[in-house]
C-alpha cells in the first residue's frame, strides 16, 4: 500500500483541481462519489468539495469505503508484524478473437473443433466465450479492421485475459498494480456478466484484461 503521507498529497492535490475548476477531475470525482454520481462536470465544480471529500475520493480509488478504512488497513500493513502474503494465482488465460461473423464463428467451434459455449452476452450477440476442456477462447464482433485507427482503445479490443481464482486476489492484484503506477485503461469493476474485470495498457498499447469472480 503506498505511504499514507502520500496518500494526503493526492487528496489535496484533488481538493486543489477542485477550486481550480480543472475539469478532468470532476469525471474522477463523479466516478468515485456516490453522491456526485448524476451530476454533471459544471455543477461537481460549483458544489461544496471539502479536504474530507477528496480523502474519500482517494479512499474509494484505493478500494476501500472511506478515508478511516483505508488507514486502519495501512496500519495493520504497519503494526503487524510481516507476513508473506501468499501471491495471486494466475489460474488461467483466455485468447481474445475477433470475429467479423458472430454465429458462424460459434457455430464453427462448437459444431467443427468440439468446444461449447460457455456464455454469450449481448442482444443480438457481440460477445462470448467457447471452451474445451482446459482451454478456453473468447469471441469478440469487430466490424472494421481491428488495428484502423484508434479503434482498439475505442472498442476495448483485448489482447488477452487473465483470470485469478478469488474474489480476494483480483482485488488484490488490482491494488498492488496501482501501487506500482500501473496504467490502467479501465479500473476494476463488476461487469453486467458478474465478473470483476480490470484492463491494463502496457506501453504498446496492448490491452490485457484480469478477471475474477465477484464474490467468494
Request: with cysteine.
Amino acid at each position: 500500500m503506498p505511504n499514507i503521507e502520500n496518500l494526503k498529497k493526492q487528496a489535496k492535490q484533488y481538493l486543489r483541481w477542485h477550486r481550480e475548476r480543472y475539469y478532468p477531475v470532476a469525471a474522477q470525482i463523479r466516478a468515485a462519489l456516490p453522491r456526485f454520481r448524476h451530476i454533471g462536470d459544471v455543477q461537481i465544480l460549483e458544489s461544496s468539495f471539502r479536504l474530507a471529500d477528496a480523502q474519500e475520493l482517494v479512499a474509494r480509488q484505493m478500494g476501500f469505503d472511506g478515508w478511516q478504512a483505508l488507514k486502519s488497513g495501512a496500519d495493520a500493513m504497519t503494526d503487524a508484524p510481516r507476513q508473506t502474503a501468499p501471491s495471486p494465482i494466475l489460474s488461467s488465460i483466455s485468447a481474445q478473437l475477433f470475429v467479423a461473423n458472430f454465429k458462424s464463428s460459434c457455430d464453427f467451434y462448437t459444431n467443427k473443433l468440439g468446444f461449447a459455449v460457455e456464455f454469450i452476452y449481448g442482444d443480438p450477440p457481440f460477445y462470448g466465450q467457447v471452451f474445451r476442456d482446459n482451454a478456453r477462447l473468447a469471441l469478440r464482433l469487430v466490424f472494421e479492421p481491428v488495428f484502423a485507427g484508434d479503434v482498439r482503445k475505442r472498442e476495448h479490443l483485448l489482447s488477452a485475459s487473465i483470470t485469478v481464482a478469488t474474489a480476494n486476489e483480483i482485488k488484490q492484484l488490482f491494488l498492488s498494480y496501482q501501487a506500482a503506477g500501473v496504467s490502467f485503461h479501465q479500473a476494476l469493476k463488476k461487469e453486467p456478466w458478474g465478473a470483476r474485470t480490470f484492463i491494463v495498457a502496457d506501453p504498446d498499447e496492448n490491452l490485457i484484461l484480469f478477471a475474477g469472480p465477484a464474490a467468494d
